[in-house]
Structures are given as C-alpha cells and as structure tokens.
C-alpha cells in the first residue's frame, strides 16, 4: 500500500439522504489517503453511482455461494454492484452473531473467490488483555481464520474494549503488536481500529508498520474525516 488507508464503518448508522449529504462534504478531490466508505449494504449501489471518486465496501458477506440462505449477501452480489472491500469479522459480528474464526475463514475465502479485497478484523477483548495473552490470542485468530503467511491481506487490529469506549493502546503497544505480526506474517497489510479521531489518528499513521485506519464514529462526521484524511 502506499497511500495510507482509511476505512469507514458506518455500521447500521445514518440515513440514506445524510450519507449522501455527508460525502459531499468530504474533500474527495484533496485526499492525501486512499478513503474506503462502508455504509448499509442497501445503501450501497446509490452511493457507487453517485460517487465515482470513492472506494466502497460492505460490512459482512456471506460465508455461503448464491443459494438458500435468507438475508444473506453472497460476495458475488456485491462485487457485481461496485463493491471494492468487505469488513470481515468485525468483533460486533462475533458477538451478536456468534460469528467465529472458522466462519470468518470461510467469508474469506468466498470474498477472494469473488475478487473482493476482505478486511479482516481480529482483536482481544479486555478479560484477555488483563490476563497479557493479547498477543496469544492474535496469533490464534490468525491461525484460525487461516491467514497464511506468505500472502498480502489486509487485517484490521481493534481491541474489543477499544471500541466506541474513548480508549486506546497506546501507539507504542500498537507498534510492538504489529511488529510482532508482521515478523511472522511479514506480507499483511496492518490497519488499526478503535476509538480513532482526528485528535490522535496522526500517532497512529506515525507508526512505521501500520498501513491505515478502520473507523468507526469519526467516520459519520465529514469534518472528522477530512481531518484525518488531510
Ligand atoms: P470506533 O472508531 O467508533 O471506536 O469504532 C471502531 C470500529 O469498530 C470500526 O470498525
């Protein structure tokens, strides 16, 4: 990558008119990042129309080809309307859907098959980090999901407590956790996630290893990620 990366999680945020209302306001023509924008999977195609200059991804796919499953997105359906990424195993997917790293495996596999590039999310949760398995448990989710090492993905790092919480690692700990990735898996493209503003986005985008940023509330302010993308 050589433009750093922002990643926008809108997760199931704003309106259809305030979308479009809000990346108009985006300084699209001056980015100095490559900017990547995930609304709702419905708003998606309007978007892709409307804004030509701008990358899109979705939120989730489905770790199943075209068939019966009811209310599903297939990575084949996505790819066909525009889209460019897909977020994978966000930790609130984990959560509220039960979604685990054999199943993020396997929504891997289908967005390459449908030449989608998957941004793939692993992270610790607070009880793990008190216990000092962060790293432990990163290495695991890799394993599990079954990244290899010698292939370019892109993985998102966000601490479960980190996020919507105000709170991060600090940017030396980020550091030391991705120098650690990247010493084993010295191909993966590392973004950080999780309570990232224009107020420290800047830290992060010091860090040498660090390939971009997946946001979440800064990116449903056109102000905030203009400041983070100048
Ligand atoms: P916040 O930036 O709101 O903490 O959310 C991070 C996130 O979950 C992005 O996927």
């Known amino acids: 990558m050589t ?23 985006v300084n ?15 708003y998606i195609p309007t ?7 701008l990358d899109f991804g979705a939120q989730d796919c489905s770790a199943n080809d ?28 984990r959560i509220s859907c039960g ?16 030449k989608i590039t998957p941004v793939i999310c692993i992270g610790e949760s607070l009880e793990v980090r008190n216990q000092g398995s962060t790293l432990e448990h990163l290495f695991k989710q890799l394993e599990e999901i079954g990244i290899s090492r010698n292939k370019k993905f892109v993985i998102a790092y966000e601490p479960i407590w980190a996020i919507g919480s105000g709170v991060t690692p600090s940017v030396d700990e980020v550091k030391a956790i991705f120098n650690k990735i990247k010493g084993a898996y010295p191909y993966l ?13 800047d830290e992060f985008f010091g860090i040498d290893v660090l390939d971009g940023l997946l946001v979440g509330g800064a ?9 983070i993308l100048s």
């Open 66 to 93: 075209l068939g019966a499953y009811t209310g599903e997105v297939a990575a084949a359906m996505l790819y066909e309307i525009g889209c460019k990424y897909v977020i994978i195993g966000h930790s609130e997917r």
């Open 189 to 201: 493209q590392l973004l950080y996630g999780g309570s990232v503003g224009p107020e420290n986005a």
């Open 28 to 42: 699209i023509g001056s980015l100095h990042k490559s900017l990547v924008i995930c609304p709702s999977f419905i």
């Open 219 to 227: 990116g449903l302010s056109a102000q905030k990620l203009n400041q």
């Open 47 to 53: 978007l892709v129309d409307a804004f030509k200059k």
């Open 99 to 114: 979604e685990d790293n054999q199943t993020v495996g396997r929504k891997l596999v289908k967005a390459l098959e449908s």
């Open 3 to 25: 433009q750093k990366l922002v990643v926008a999680n809108w997760k199931m945020n704003i309106l259809l008119h305030e979308a479009v209302a809000l990346l108009e306001s």
